[in-house]
Every structure is written in structure tokens, then in C-alpha cells.
């Protein structure tokens, strides 16, 4: 989320904000994690408050290379449009994980690069434990999982 509250702050100070009205923010975020392999399976899912904050990520980042691997960011539009139906389809499913850390995360205010402390992260959706807990710290796989594989977003992803 680091990658996102920076890229949401630096295009907010382009913008004339004295009423704190931003158009780059975000509230929900979800990065599906594979515990067999140990890693992120390279896409995420991210929803803008507004259509010009999602183009300008798009902008931004589409097509555009990661500096820690040779991977390509490939943004497109998911099936599921919105934090309702964003809510409404992962608050009903079981989530095979280690931790709540790992599941969808809804942000109420919505991250603008400015505010990620004072924002409530609520997890959507239940998970059940799998696998051996002790096997590593879900804190530790995850740190992992961002700094090495980072998030990509992928229209086939939305089909889970």
C-alpha cells in the first residue's frame, strides 16, 4: 500500500485541494496470496473513488516495469466495478489464510496518500486457518510478497 499512498499523494499535490477534496484515493484493496508457494499471485485489486483516480493510475503505471524484477504492469478494468460490489462479493467468502492480515481491506476515510494512519481498515469477508501457523509469521510473508513480487492488476483475476 506504500506504492499506492505515494503515488496518491504525488498526484494529489498537483491538484489545487483547499477544500480536501481528492480525486486519487482509494478504498478497498485486496492482494490474493498463494500459501502453497509462499507469494502474491501478481495482481491485486484496487478500487478508485473516482474514474479520474483510476485513469491516472492507469496512466501512470500501465506497461511500466518494477524496479525489484523484470515483471510488467498490466492494469485493466475488473469485473466487479465499486466498493458495494466490491463488499458484496467478498464479504460471503471463506478465505483459506494464515491471518485476517490477508484478507480484502475496505478504508473508511478512502487513502489519499496523506492519511494512512487515521484511516479505519475493516476486513471483509472470514477466513480458516491453512496449514501450519508456525510455519512463518504472516507479517513476514507479506512484507515479502510486496518488496519482491508486487501487485499487478488483471482483468482475469476479477474471475475468482
Known sequence: ?????????????????????????????????????????????????????ASTLYTCWNNK?????????????????????????????????????????EFSPPRNGFNGDPCNAKTIGKWVCNGDPSRKRPSDIFWWAKTVHPPRLSRNSARG
Open 1 to 53: 500500500m506504500e506504492l499506492l499512498d505515494r503515488h496518491c499523494r504525488e498526484q494529489n499535490q498537483k491538484e489545487d485541494n483547499n477544500d480536501q477534496s481528492f480525486e486519487s484515493q482509494y478504498d478497498f484493496v485486496y492482494l490474493p496470496f498463494d500459501f502453497l508457494r509462499g507469494q502474491n499471485l501478481g495482481y491485486a485489486f484496487i478500487n478508485f473513488t473516482t474514474v479520474k483516480g
Open 65 to 105: 516495469g518494477w524496479i525489484c524484477c523484470p515483471k510488467i504492469r498490466a492494469i485493466t478494468p475488473a469485473k466487479l466495478q465499486g466498493l458495494v460490489q466490491c463488499r458484496r462479493h467478498f464479504e460471503s467468502s471463506v478465505f483459506k489464510c494464515e491471518s485476517e492480515e490477508f484478507l480484502p481491506l
